[in-house]
């Protein structure tokens, strides 16, 4: 099944219009014509089964013949990570973290940062490529990038961790997941969250936590720490 996206399609529609851009990409490039099948996604949850009633180059248009709704998961994953040196291992995190279900993404910025600045609009697309590539049908929320101490003091619910490669007491991630909870984990960039941040954050009820007995590049702790939620609720 290939998926397309558009945010701006509802349950309340009969039918719908794809703009300029996708529309030549439909019929053009993949050369959809009347009566042709698509599938569309509206990243809330909602999958669209849809009949092309129109292939313009400008505007092609399809008849909504069936809509399944899917119910979100009884987990979420909210990841806060430190954007790394290398803009393409942030964006593999991105990709990989989407395709195995992440549920929210918040940039941010460390005292040992070395990238201070994201391009939101790359970051945007490559999750939506990755949403679906793997056939999912919520998009995961992308936040802007925000401080440490701005993040920390927030108020925040469900299970609160920092993962930090300091040689202080620390319990292992995966002993401390339960199934069907919520938990925010933080990620620090590749110099790690200094001795100050990670006395903030344990004095704001973030529990210190250990991925493995290695040290871990920023994007694979990442990593590492969305497949130990999803894993833990299969």
């Known amino acids: 099944m290939q ?3 558009n945010p ?3 349950p309340n529609d009969s039918q719908f219009s794809f703009d300029k851009e996708e529309s ?3 019929v ?3 050369r959809k014509t009347e009566g042709n099948i ?7 949850g909602d999958l669209f089964t849809t009949k092309i009633i129109l292939s313009s180059e400008k505007k092609c248009t399809v008849l909504i013949t069936e809509i399944e709704t899917n119910k979100s998961t009884n987990f979420y994953i909210h990841l806060v990570v430190a954007p790394t040196k290398m803009n393409e291992r942030f964006e593999w995190f991105l990709e ?6 992440i549920h929210e993404i918040t940039p941010i910025i460390c005292n040992r940062s070395e990238r201070k600045i994201i391009n939101r609009d790359r970051f945007d697309k490559i999750i939506q490529s990755a949403m679906k590539q793997s056939l999912q049908f919520f998009m995961p929320k992308l936040n ?3 401080t440490f101490q701005n993040f920390i003091l927030k108020k925040h619910t469900g299970n609160l961790c920092i993962a930090h490669c300091e040689e202080t007491e620390k319990q292992l991630f995966k002993n401390t997941i339960k199934k069907n909870e919520k938990y925010t984990v933080l990620i620090g960039p590749e110099g790690d969250f200094s001795e100050k941040e990670i006395k903030l954050a344990i004095e704001n009820k973030f529990i210190p936590v250990s991925l493995g007995n290695t040290r871990l590049r920023t994007e694979t702790a990442a990593i590492v720490a969305c497949h130990s939620i999803v894993f833990t609720n299969e």
């Open 96 to 101: 990989k973290a989407t395709e195995m279900g």
């Open 8 to 10: 701006n399609i509802s």
């Open 144 to 146: 802007d990038p925000i």
């Open 24 to 26: 030549k990409h439909i």
């Open 3 to 5: 998926l397309f996206y």
């Open 28 to 30: 053009k490039v993949l």
């Open 38 to 44: 698509l599938y569309v996604t509206n990243g809330l």
